[in-house]
Nanobody
Framework: QVRVVESGGGSVQAGGSLKLSCAASASGYIFGECGMAWYRQAPGKERELVSIIRTDGTTTYADSVKGRFTISQDNAKNTLDLQMNTLKTEDTAVYYC????????????WGQGTQVTVSS
């Protein structure tokens, strides 16, 4: 089973920036072998996809974060980053990293999440 660990959450004022990082590892796992993603869940709301990076390097962003967030993958360091700029109070949520892996890319491991709080 792949171990996924997020870091970098915290508190910031609106308009500020934060960078989240995600490390994923396991014996036999090739970092990013089936793509990786960031999700978030705000209090009282459903979990939503923030951004995904595919094996071919293409990315997709939720409309609410386009132009403000950037997902990137560093295969040398085996980390997935989410650079978040111009943060808004509505970005407050627990952010989760996921790693999809295995035969036919059927398995997805979630991290424990990291809290991001944006204050006005």
């Amino acid at each position: 089973q792949v171990r996924v660990v997020e870091s970098g959450g915290g508190s910031v004022q609106a308009g500020g920036s934060l960078k989240l990082s995600c490390a994923a590892s396991a014996s036999g796992y090739i970092f990013g072998e089936c793509g990786m993603a960031w999700y978030r869940q705000a209090p009282g709301k459903e979990r939503e996809l923030v951004s995904i990076i595919r094996t071919d390097g293409t990315t997709t962003y939720a409309d609410s974060v386009k132009g403000r967030f950037t997902i990137s993958q560093d295969n040398a360091k085996n980390t997935l980053d989410l650079q978040m700029n111009t943060l808004k109070t509505e970005d407050t949520a627990v952010y989760y990293c996921t790693a999809t892996y295995g035969w036919r890319c059927l398995r997805t491991q979630w991290g424990q999440g990291t809290q991001v709080t944006v204050s006005s």
